[in-house]
């Protein structure tokens, strides 16, 4: 099993920046893939950003050129830095880490963006 904590959510403010934090732990083999999603409220859960373990990235389109996520594979730890803020950027956003073919979710952190 391997658990997710992530944390740095909170108010910002538009055109503002906010840094998430990923930190995985338990029996970990090696987690390919790590990357974050968000759900607004009344809206399905979308997904803004991924990384593989040689750092490759893909992100959605509404969040290129803002938003950067990256790893520090050693600690096991995923970063999201959003710039650039939106009003629309408000949303839980969830962590989700692939180990051994199994996908793990953190809890979620609160993100609310005033304009």
């Known amino acids: 099993q391997v658990q997710l904590v992530e944390s740095g959510g909170g108010l910002g403010q538009a055109g503002g920046s906010l840094r998430l934090s990923c930190a995985a732990s338990?029996?970990?083999?090696?987690?390919?893939?790590m990357g974050w999603h968000r759900q607004a409220p009344g809206k399905q859960r979308e997904l803004v950003a991924f990384?593989?373990?040689?750092?490759?990235?893909n992100y959605a389109d509404f969040v290129k050129g803002r938003f950067t996520i990256s790893r520090d594979n050693a600690k096991n730890t995923l970063y999201l830095q959003m710039d650039s803020l939106k009003p629309e950027d408000t949303a839980a956003y969830y962590c989700?880490?692939?180990?051994?073919?199994?996908?793990?979710w953190g809890q979620g952190t609160q993100v609310i963006v005033s304009s």
């Open positions: 338990g029996s970990i083999f090696r987690i390919n893939v």
């Open positions: 990384i593989n373990h040689a750092g490759g990235t």
């Open positions: 989700y880490a692939i180990d051994k073919g199994d996908t793990y």
